[in-house]
Each structure stands twice: as C-alpha cells, then as structure tokens.
C-alpha cells in the first residue's frame, strides 16, 4: 500500500501565525493596537464599484473563465494606458484571474512545471512564489535579481551571494520579477527590466512579473512594466504581467486581478482554468469593469497613502529607524540596527505590529516591514508614540 504524505506537512508554518504573541503585546497597550503586519486595506471600496456589483447581484449563469467581453475590453485598456502594453495586445492576451495571489501560486501548476524544473524569485521577496515551486515539487531558487540585471550573473542562496551553477540556471523554467518590491518598495527601472528580459529568452526561461503595487509610486517617476515595449522590444514572447485592483481600489475582498502578455502562455493557463473551473463570479466582473476605468478613485486613493507616509516615515526615522528602499508600494522597509524579530517585539511594546523581514527571506533578517495600511488616526498615534521613542540600540 503506498502511503499517502500530505503536501502540507512538507511545507514550512504559515509565517503569520507566528505573530499571534506580539499582536496581543501591542494589542495591551493602552491606546490600542496600531497593525501595520498584513497591509489589507483599510478604507471603503469606491462607491461606484459597490453599485456595479449590486446591480450584476442577478448573476444566474456560470461566468466564463476568459471573462465577459466589457472585462476583456477594459483589461486590454488598461494594459496599455497604464502598464505600457503595446497595440497590438488584444483580448487573447489578457485573462481575469481570482485576485492575484492564486494566480502566483498555482502559475507553475498552470504551466506544466515539475521537479525537473527550477523556480527563480528575488531573495527577499513575497513567499507565495516558493510556495508555487513548492507545490509542484520545483525546486525553488531565490535571486539577487539587481546584480543579475547589471551584471548578469545569476547568485542565489539565501542572502543571494552564491552563483548559481549552469547546470542550476539551465533547470529554471520560470523567473519571476516583483516591481515595486513586497517587501522592499524598490522598483526595477527600464534598462534593468531589458536586461533581465533579454537574459531570459537567451535561455528560453518565462518571466511572470508581479507588479500590482505600480500605481502606487513615492521616489520614483515611473514604475515600467515587462509589457512596455522599451522592455521587450515590442514582442510579449514569454513575457507575463501579473496585476491586481486589492490596494490602488480598495478591492481586496472581491479578489479581482489579472494577468496580461504572451498570447500563447495566456492560451495555456486559459485552458488549465478553464478545466479546473477557475472563473471570476460574475458580479465581480462587473464591478472590476468599473474599477479598471475609474482612475479618479485610485488618484485619490494614492493622496491618502501619501499623506500617511509623509506621517509615518519621519516618525520611524525619529526612533532610529533607516527606510530602505520603499520607492513605491504600501510598505516601508526599516531597520533599527537590531533582527527584525527583535524589533518586531520593541514595537509591540508601543503597540505597534509590524512584520519581520524573515517572512520574506533570510536576507530580510535585519528588516521589519511596515504597512501603510491603517486609518489616519491609527497611522498618527503609531507616529506619536514612534516620535518620543528611540529604538535603535
């Protein structure tokens, strides 16, 4: 009799449920707890979107998993008004997908990936992309994606300081690119982007680029996308854009993503979905026909984050934190010159949760990350009690 080993006993411990103790630290304190961990929003959904959905509530038949046409329409849209796609994307190279975290962890399932292949990612970086190595027995390949796009030489282990072998560069089937950076904010520029493109197709390995804090910038003028053409030359081959509407909408509890590129990997994981059944329910269809189009409350949205930054920065460099970094995004990647558990649990002692940097990789071992995401005057005591603070040793 074979004997069955669950997939989830080979994984490692969800690394939030680690923050259970320091979360009822701060939640002690005596104005409350300030959780700036997880980075969900906080602030409503814009009202036309919540009409949208109630008025698709009358939604009898099954939704397709390629989307309705307006969907199709208003993601080819917006691909190329604000991810920089080119004209010829059309609607085979788009596809809704259920918000965007499924889409990372299930995208080496849905392109027939196994345990001869290897998965690339930054080395510190959101963990959902081991995890989809992981799930398909791939072998998971952090990478210091910066020296790679200057230098070209691909360095892996857990601080990213060890060249990869070629025989470890050759089983790669998949690289994944995350810009602006969770955790970190940093974003890769134009020429970083080409570099790392052009050093993929030479070994015919896929780029999925998560990029779905883009609209979102601080320090920087732009945040390009794999799709623009001063990336990729004007061919989408082998090229993938993953993008979500949870942080610049306000849509985290309606899942609504997408991804966008290369016509034929589109075609594939399209067939895959459909198989499995992986639709948009159809109210949600709607309603992200509305938010794709509705720039004015992402606009407004922005001000909002940038105002809480403009409050929440100074106060952590007040306390002896140094942001790295954090050139867009929702986070403000900190060190206070101590590990970032460590830190985790000074913080907590003000009342304030925060995430450690090891979520993200051991190279984020001296790094906490900070979220954005918390009501004005949540944000305002966390930077009074910051300001007349000084955690740095």
Not at 122 to 130: E, K, L, M, S
Not at 300 to 324: C, F, M, N, T, W
Not at 357 to 382: H, K, M, Q
């Amino acid at each position: 009799m074979t004997v069955r080993r669950p997939l989830a006993s080979r994984l490692p411990d969800f690394p939030w449920d680690s923050l259970e103790a320091a979360k009822a630290r701060a939640a002690a304190h005596s104005d409350g707890i300030v959780n700036l961990s997880v980075g969900t929003p906080v602030d409503a959904t814009p009202s036309g979107i919540q009409e949208a959905l109630a008025a698709a509530a009358d939604s009898h038949g099954y939704p397709q998993t390629i989307g309705t046409p307006a969907l199709q329409d208003a993601l080819v849209a917006f691909a190329r008004e604000h991810r920089g796609a080119p004209a010829g994307l059309g609607a085979d190279g788009v596809l809704p997908t259920i918000g965007s975290k499924e889409l990372v962890a299930h995208l080496p399932f849905q392109l027939g990936l196994g345990a001869e292949h290897a998965v690339a990612f930054p080395h510190i970086a959101y963990p959902t992309y081991d995890m989809g190595a992981r799930f398909v027995g791939a072998q998971p390949l952090p990478v210091d994606i910066a020296h790679l796009a200057a230098t070209g030489e691909a360095r892996s282990g857990a601080d990213g300081s060890a060249p990869l072998t070629e025989e470890q560069i050759s089983s790669i089937a998949l690289l994944w690119l995350n810009s602006p950076s969770n955790p970190t904010g940093e974003v890769l520029d134009v020429q970083q982007l080409r570099s790392l493109v052009e050093w993929a197709r030479e070994r015919g390995i896929i780029i999925a680029s998560d990029e779905c804090y883009a609209l979102l910038p601080w320090t920087v003028d732009e945040v390009p996308s794999v799709l623009d053409p001063r990336v990729n030359g004007g061919d989408l081959t082998g090229l993938l854009c993953t993008y979500s509407l949870s942080k610049q909408s306000n849509l985290a509890g309606y899942r609504a993503a997408f991804i966008a590129g290369d016509p034929a990997l589109i075609a594939e994981i399209t067939a895959i979905r459909k198989q499995a059944g992986m639709m948009m329910p159809g109210p949600i269809q709607d309603a992200m026909v509305t938010a794709l189009a509705d720039l004015d409350s992402v606009g407004r949205q922005h001000a909002v984050y940038r105002a809480r930054r403009d409050v929440l920065k100074p106060a952590i460099e007040a306390a002896g934190g140094e942001v790295s970094g954090s050139q867009a995004g929702l986070y403000l990647w900190t060190s206070f010159g101590m590990s970032g558990d460590d830190a985790v649990e000074r913080l907590a002692d003000l009342g304030i949760l925060c995430a450690p940097g090891r979520f993200y990789g051991e190279a984020g071992n001296s790094f906490v990350r900070i979220a954005l995401t918390e009501s004005d005057e949540r944000i305002r005591a966390a930077a009074d009690r910051l300001s007349t603070s000084q955690l740095r040793p």
